[in-house]
């Protein structure tokens, strides 16, 4: 997810917050300092109310991060690499660079979350029942009572069958040992999460037109759960189409390349005028040192493009622009996506051997996939 930063690890796992997290921990925060703990324990000092509400904002999303953690860690031990946990507006996600390889795998994944919610639940629940004994409800135990009853709701929430939430994979891991067909279960729940994600969206409609603003957060929700789900099944066609081709089986081996020294003005007067590609490698006798497209030369103004090299502009080459022949297409794709870079060199020992973007790979999965589906 981009736009996050890493706070830290957990048991390796690399930990982040998303820019959108602030907004929604700052959301919480006031919600529980200016209504709910004011209602539940009233006569508190103002200072009081927003200490606790920090605290118990702080322990929603340590929770939250407890049912990621749940996810990765059961992710993990099936052999599914995890890239981390990020927190963000709409509360966590555990990023696998892999699907799980089988149903059951699928579904030990994805209902470990929900079930740590629960034990939290149950966990904060008792303890408010001891704090609670005396029959006076203390500050310390609303803080508990509301960590029992969110963590309680979040299981819930969590376990609707809306792809991708742990309900929606759920219902992908019953449909996969049903149908045989990863990419046919996710459309299938994927198709549920979008009815139900309109039904969200539609009422929380009903709501804001009624003055009751809260349904702003079911359309936002609604709005997540459906584009996510979408984004999801594409992810999986995208893999079956994918499946078992490397890097070296569809590489544009016959590249073009411009030499660092060349002028901005001839390099798009003789490689971007006169044929199709949208970038190329750049050279410093025959080692590749970068790769320009039209996107650099557009910072360039246009009076100084006869004086300006290449090699000023260029985007210089990095590990994350190499890829060799053996490398999966699907991986290389995910390299292009999460790095936001549409091309990548095949090198071999220092030398180029050809260049695979990702315009390329999305038409060769969709010719694939259209083949498939006229075969089928």
């Given at each position: 997810?981009?736009?996050?930063?890493q706070?830290?690890?957990?048991?390796?796992?690399?930990?982040?917050?998303?820019?959108?997290?602030?907004?929604?921990?700052?959301l919480?925060?006031?919600?529980?300092?200016?209504?709910?703990?004011?209602?539940?324990?009233?006569?508190?000092?103002?200072?009081?109310?927003w200490?606790?509400?920090?605290?118990?904002?702080?322990?929603?999303?340590?929770?939250?991060?407890?049912?990621?953690?749940?996810?990765?860690?059961?992710?993990?031990?099936?052999?599914?690499a995890?890239?981390?946990?990020?927190?963000?507006?709409?509360?966590?996600?555990?990023?696998?660079?892999?699907?799980?390889?089988?149903?059951?795998?699928?579904?030990?994944?994805?209902?470990?979350?929900?079930?740590?919610?629960?034990?939290?639940?149950?966990?904060?629940?008792?303890?408010?029942?001891?704090?609670?004994?005396g029959?006076e409800?203390?500050?310390?135990?609303?803080?508990?009572?509301?960590?029992?009853?969110?963590?309680?709701?979040?299981?819930?929430?969590?376990?609707?069958?809306?792809?991708?939430?742990?309900?929606?994979?759920?219902?992908?891991?019953?449909?996969?040992?049903?149908?045989?067909?990863?990419?046919?279960?996710?459309?299938?729940?994927?198709?549920?999460?979008?009815?139900?994600?309109?039904?969200?969206?539609?009422?929380?409609?009903?709501?804001?037109?009624?003055?009751?603003?809260?349904?702003?957060?079911?359309?936002?929700?609604?709005?997540?759960?459906?584009?996510?789900?979408?984004?999801?099944?594409?992810?999986?066609?995208?893999?079956?189409?994918?499946?078992?081709?490397?890097?070296?089986?569809?590489?544009?081996?016959?590249?073009?390349?411009?030499?660092?020294?060349?002028?901005?003005?001839?390099?798009?007067?003789?490689?971007?005028?006169?044929?199709?590609?949208?970038?190329?490698?750049?050279?410093?006798?025959?080692?590749?040192?970068?790769?320009?497209?039209?996107?650099e030369?557009?910072?360039?103004?246009?009076?100084?493009?006869?004086?300006?090299?290449?090699?000023?502009?260029?985007?210089?080459?990095?590990?994350?622009?190499?890829?060799?022949?053996?490398?999966?297409?699907?991986?290389?794709?995910?390299?292009?996506?999460?790095?936001?870079?549409?091309r990548?060199?095949?090198?071999?020992?220092?030398?180029?051997?050809?260049?695979?973007?990702?315009?390329?790979?999305?038409?060769?999965?969709?010719?694939?996939?259209?083949?498939?589906?006229?075969?089928?």
């Amino acid at each position: 997810m981009h736009d996050a930063w890493q706070i830290g690890r957990l048991l390796g796992i690399p930990l982040r917050i998303h820019l959108s997290w602030l907004l929604i921990f700052g959301l919480v925060t006031w919600s529980l300092a200016a209504g709910y703990f004011p209602a539940v324990v009233p006569d508190m000092p103002a200072w009081s109310y927003w200490a606790k509400a920090i605290v118990a904002a702080a322990m929603l999303f340590g929770s939250v991060i407890l049912h990621e953690l749940g996810h990765s860690l059961m992710a993990r031990r099936h052999g599914v690499a995890i890239a981390g946990i990020t927190l963000f507006v709409f509360g966590g996600v555990s990023e696998m660079k892999e699907e799980p390889r089988t149903p059951g795998q699928e579904l030990q994944i994805a209902i470990v979350g929900p079930a740590i919610s629960v034990l939290l639940a149950v966990a904060f629940a008792l303890l408010g029942g001891l704090l609670g004994a005396g029959g006076e409800l203390t500050f310390t135990g609303a803080v508990v009572g509301y960590l029992a009853w969110i963590n309680l709701l979040l299981a819930a929430f969590n376990m609707l069958p809306a792809f991708p939430l742990d309900g929606g994979r759920v219902l992908r891991a019953i449909l996969w040992r049903w149908q045989g067909d990863m990419a046919r279960a996710t459309r299938t729940a994927a198709g549920t999460g979008r009815v139900l994600a309109f039904a969200m969206m539609g009422f929380g409609l009903f709501q804001v037109f009624s003055g009751r603003f809260g349904g702003l957060w079911l359309l936002l929700v609604g709005w997540f759960i459906m584009q996510a789900g979408s984004a999801g099944a594409v992810q999986a066609s995208l893999r079956q189409a994918l499946a078992g081709l490397k890097v070296r089986d569809v590489m544009t081996a016959d590249v073009r390349t411009v030499e660092a020294g060349t002028a901005v003005a001839d390099v798009v007067e003789q490689h971007f005028l006169r044929h199709t590609y949208g970038g190329y490698p750049v050279e410093r006798r025959g080692e590749v040192i970068g790769l320009v497209t039209l996107h650099e030369l557009r910072g360039v103004p246009s009076g100084q493009r006869r004086e300006v090299p290449v090699e000023k502009i260029m985007v210089p080459l990095s590990a994350d622009l190499v890829v060799d022949g053996e490398t999966t297409v699907l991986d290389a794709f995910n390299r292009m996506a999460a790095t936001r870079q549409g091309r990548l060199v095949i090198l071999d020992g220092g030398r180029l051997r050809g260049l695979i973007t990702l315009r390329g790979v999305a038409h060769l999965a969709q010719v694939r996939g259209y083949i498939a589906g006229a075969s089928a």
